[in-house]
């Protein structure tokens, strides 16, 4: 029987069903190993026909290749609209029968906000990249996250949803000036921010703001909201921490006049609707029950090659299987898939994300000749730009051990779901105190104030975006997710707007399913000025915890440690363990005389038909602080343009090539 509790997912017998083992890491993910075996999602007849080794499977509209905040949106505005559009997502539904029977407990990964970590570590809702930072091997391995014979753990979102079904769940608007840089770059109006600013209104359910407040939406299919202020009654040492050093009045970061470049500081939006995350899964469904002869989810398929007739894109050639990826925890090269084609009467969009929507275009012969040539790859068009410019944050935290544990998270026992009193809270939104029903520290991210702020008064836009959090977070690790609860305080500092666009994603050889080679060449471009904001940041951060409201229930800082003080300290600090998980910009849009172009303003790949990119891989320059929001708005600015370019061209499904 389903409680009777819209916002609970679970059955009245949730106890029964959550398996504690699954909880530990170690025994989960021996567990799984163990358990995990090929699969195959079922795929609509009117896409698939039968499951056979058939290489041909049929023909729709539009096919999307990822179910992320890149080509969510866009599908699910396609099918919408009476066009049949297949989606192609590598990953799995992690609330899905197939995910359930490996393991009982992937949707509460997936739905539990304070789970963030460990979703973005679970075997069924992740893939690990590994990345480099720098050329030079010995800066590299200074990096106390490094790897040896792999490099720095990145990771992505690898099921039905894409990075939003892992992510940290910060919804913020980026500036305005990122969307009119791109309008003057092309002479492409249409991007001013005056008129991207629909595209937010469009896809936001605002729970947090007032009626009919300026620049937001309220019914649209992302629930944004704010953590239960009942946190600081019942907390108030967790107030404490977090408003230390605030000297300004709030501001509401998503409001118009932030994102003109306000500083202050805010408390953090998330794409959360009252306890459980939100993101592309959900709408994708909705949109697949109302038009269910439209939308085509086929999970469990991994895109290996775009299908061309010349210079036309006509198609995706994909294999089906689980776990066919070598960034896939359980990936085994012996593994033989089924391959299968799949043909678009009218276009195919590429939403496959940062490193693999480029590594998927030069397989399919598109990007700079000479690396193409390398591998025996047929050009197709040469463009140089495809997996150049790859750009970043740089990030680095403070953290701070604590007195003693926070009161809201000291009964937590995240490895004990049966008797976690936290857990039970966040199910039934009863918890001892509170004047109202509470969901508890579960059903937030961890994540409480923040400041946006500018490292030098001279710039134009702030550039510095810190957060406080409830954990002991020092960046992107093997086992991070097992950081504690409420023992410790972290300062994230993220400096946006950086100038280092030197980074590569290059192909390492022809097999889809190896992972490229990916190197961010940190600092390369701008990077003393960079530098010294992020020792900026730091110092502020550290001037929060020096307050005497904060001090109070401070024990010692643990990073960067009492005995890195110095500029120049903290400097090669700052270079030996920064960190980013915003990658963006390797298929930039960009005006007809830049020979880097990818893309013109309309997603289209420059020197080939009926192809498009619409994913993060688009932008010139890394938007705003946080993307998700970012790369919704042009997933449904993509699908407008799409749409009205579709009234202009007939289905020419007779010029399709299908052997």
């Not at 066919?324 to 085994?332: I, R």
């Not at 290059?506 to 190197?519: A, D, Q, W, Y």
């Amino acid at each position: 029987m389903k409680s009777k509790d819209t916002n609970n997912r679970f059955p009245d017998d949730w106890d029964v069903k959550i398996n504690r083992r699954s909880f530990n890491r170690g025994l989960f993910v021996a567990g799984l190993t163990a358990a995990v075996g090929p699969f195959f999602s079922t795929v609509d007849a009117a896409v698939s026909g039968r499951h056979s080794r058939h290489k041909r499977l049929g023909v729709v509209d539009y096919i999307v290749v990822g179910s992320g905040p890149g080509g969510g949106p866009v599908a699910a505005r396609l099918a919408k609209a009476g066009y049949t559009v297949a989606v192609l997502e590598a990953g799995i539904d992690p609330e899905g029968k197939k995910a359930l029977s490996i393991d009982p407990n992937t949707e509460l990964f997936y739905q539990v906000p304070a789970f963030a970590a460990a979703a973005a570590e679970h075997p069924l809702l992740s893939w690990d990249f590994y990345v480099k930072h720098y050329s030079d091997a010995v800066q590299q391995a200074r990096d106390s996250k490094f790897v040896p014979n792999k490099g720095i753990l990145y990771p992505r979102g690898s099921a039905l949803g894409g990075s939003a079904a892992h992510d940290a769940m910060l919804f913020i608007y980026p500036h305005d000036q990122d969307w009119d840089d791109i309008a003057e770059m092309t002479g492409d109006e249409s991007w001013r921010a005056s008129r991207m600013r629909r595209y937010f209104e469009r896809l936001e359910k605002c729970e947090y703001c007032q009626p009919l407040a300026p620049g937001h939406g309220f019914r649209g299919y992302i629930n944004a909201s704010l953590f239960d202020e009942q946190v600081y009654e019942l907390a108030p040492e967790i107030q404490d921490l977090a408003e230390a050093g605030q000297e300004n009045t709030p501001i509401e970061t998503n409001d118009p006049i932030v994102a003109q470049g306000a500083t202050g500081s805010f408390k953090t939006p998330m794409h959360i609707a009252t306890k459980v995350r939100v993101s592309l899964r959900e709408h994708l469904l909705d949109i697949r029950r109302k038009h269910r002869n439209k939308l085509f989810l086929i999970t469990g398929a991994l895109a290996t090659k775009v299908l061309m007739r010349g210079k036309r894109a006509i198609g995706i050639e994909f294999m089906r299987g689980s776990s066919l990826y070598e960034a896939d925890k359980f990936y085994d090269p012996n593994v033989q898939p089924s391959t299968f084609k799949l043909y678009a009467r009218r276009e195919v969009i590429l939403s496959a994300g940062v490193f693999n929507t480029p590594q998927l275009l030069k397989l399919s012969g598109i990007g700079p000749a000479a690396e193409l040539k390398a591998f025996g790859i047929k050009v197709v068009t040469d463009l140089p730009g495809v997996g150049q410019n790859l750009q970043d944050r740089y990030e680095i935290s403070v953290v701070a051990e604590l007195k003693k544990a926070l009161n809201l998270y000291k009964e937590c026992l995240p490895t004990d779901p049966l008797i976690d009193p936290c857990l039970r809270a966040w199910l039934t939104g009863q918890w001892p105190g509170a004047a109202s029903p509470f969901y508890g520290p579960y059903a937030n991210n961890a994540a409480y104030n923040g400041r946006i702020v500018k490292s030098n008064p001279r710039r134009n836009l702030p550039d510095l975006f810190l957060v406080g959090q409830a954990t002991a977070f020092n960046g992107f690790v093997p086992d991070f997710s097992l950081m504690p609860f409420g023992t410790a305080w972290t300062w994230l500092v993220l400096k946006a707007r950086t100038n280092n666009t030197a980074g590569i994603v290059t192909l390492k050889s022809t097999n889809p399913r190896e992972m490229p080679e990916i190197n961010f060449n940190y600092f390369q471009e701008g990077g003393e000025e960079d530098l010294q904001a992020v020792v900026k940041g730091v110092k502020l951060a550290r001037s929060f915890l020096n307050e005497p409201q904060a001090e109070q229930h401070v024990a010692q800082e643990l990073y960067p440690g009492s005995d890195i003080q110095t500029d120049e300290e903290l400097s090669q600090y700052i270079r030996d363990e920064a960190w980013g998980h915003h990658a963006a910009c390797t298929a930039k849009i960009g005006s007809d005389n830049d020979p880097a172009a990818v893309l013109d303003s309309r997603f289209r790949v420059r020197g080939v038909k009926r192809l498009r990119v619409v994913d993060a891989c688009v932008f010139p320059r890394v938007p705003g602080y946080f993307p998700v929001a970012a790369v919704m708005m042009i997933s449904e600015k993509a699908a407008d343009v799409i749409l009205k370019d579709a009234k202009r061209a007939p289905r020419r499904a007779h010029e399709l090539e299908m052997s």
